[in-house]
């Protein structure tokens, strides 16, 4: 059996959850401050933000095969990269995961350019 196309709605929403678990899945306790797997495997010296490109790169993906342009791939690419680069500081890389969230930052972008176009 052949399976249905997704949807640009639906491919958006993936591209929203998969966000969320990498960067504001969880909560410290009477904080408010949200955090996500990117920033709990980001811990892991050496490989934990290596690790966690590989996500960040498919959202990335995602962007380019619903055709997004350039200049929002490069935006993307920027965001995924100072969290790929910083964030393999140690702590102050793991602070800067915190409070820089590449991928909700990266899945706004598309989100805001699929609102745009109509598509989202």
Do not use: Q
């Amino acid at each position: 059996m052949a399976k249905l196309p997704v949807s640009r709605a639906d491919e958006k929403a993936r591209i929203e959850r998969l966000a969320r678990w990498l960067d504001a899945r969880f909560t410290i306790p009477g904080t408010g401050i949200r955090f996500g797997l990117d920033s709990l495997i980001g811990l892991v010296p050496g490989v934990g933000d290596l690790a966690m490109f590989a996500p960040a790169l498919w959202i990335i993906i995602r962007a380019v095969a619903l055709g997004a342009p350039a200049h929002l791939i490069v935006r993307m690419a920027i965001n995924t990269g100072l969290d790929l680069v910083i964030g393999a500081i140690p702590v102050l890389g793991d602070l800067f995961d915190l409070g820089f969230k590449a991928n909700l930052r990266n899945a706004r972008l598309v989100s805001r350019w699929l609102d745009r176009t109509g598509d989202g």
